[in-house]
């Protein structure tokens, strides 16, 4: 009978340990492994007066160092939560980020609420900041027409930064319905170009989010083209 129990709780410690193996999340992984080889410990020390001894250390070492990691993993997870607002931004402004560089981002930038009017660009002038806009709308403008608005996830002052050059246009934030300014998540222009130049996984993840946004801005500018054209084509 021991046997028997003893020949079941290996299968089913083997059982467990390949199914850690088919969990994508890595911390499922280390949880479920730490419990397959809790079961091979059991069973060294359940053999009575012949304890495996010679493979004890090793089930408990592997428990150890699963264990470890699961709760380094549970105490990252924590520290990379999202607040509801910086979820909202992650998911129009860094939809392609994982969550830990884009936290990480976030973390490195301000939040303000801007005054109605308050102008983040101007036309020909160095931008001390890069913006990206989280709740509400930035009026852009060139010699003093407007000519589009800029919304939730949104840069703003981006292609100086890239470029090193002035802005191209004046940048105004418009009122919400509350006569509120827009919410903008922000970073200092020389901040950033230090962080660019020690932290090559931040100038990754912001590199990444840039290029999307300018990206979008390039796709809507060729379609606001392209309809102007069709308007002005004689029938």
């Known amino acids: 009978m021991a046997e028997f129990l003893e020949g079941s709780l290996l299968h089913i410690g083997f059982a467990v340990a390949g199914l850690a193996y088919l969990f994508r999340d890595i911390l499922w992984l280390r949880l479920v492994a730490v419990g397959s080889y809790l079961i091979f410990s059991v069973v ?69 609420t801007l005054e109605p009017g308050f102008r983040l660009t101007r036309e020909d002038h160095f931008a ?19 000519i589009a608005q800029l919304g939730c996830g949104q840069f703003v002052g981006e292609i100086g930064f890239i ?27 020389k901040k950033l170009r230090k962080l660019f130049e020690k932290d090559s996984d931040f100038r990754l993840a912001m590199e990444s989010a840039l290029g999307s946004d300018l990206a979008r801005k390039i796709g809507d500018n060729n379609i606001a083209i392209q309809r102007r054209s069709e308007f002005a084509t004689p029938l």
């Open 44 to 112: 060294a020390i359940s053999r009575g007066p012949e304890v495996m001894w010679e493979f004890l250390p090793w089930y408990l070492g592997f428990t150890v160092i699963n264990l470890g990691h699961a709760l380094l993993l549970i105490y990252q997870r924590r520290l990379w939560k999202f607040t509801p607002e910086e979820a909202a931004l992650h998911a129009c402004a860094f939809p392609a980020l994982s969550r830990q560089p884009a936290k990480r981002l976030m973390r490195q930038g301000r939040w303000k």
């Open 163 to 189: 470029a090193g050059r002035p802005a191209s246009a004046t940048t105004i934030a418009l009122s919400n319905e509350d006569s509120a300014g827009p919410r903008v998540l922000c970073w200092s222009v």
């Open 128 to 146: 001390g900041c890069v913006y990206v806009v989280a709740d509400g709308c930035v009026q852009v403008t060139l010699k003093n027409q407007p």
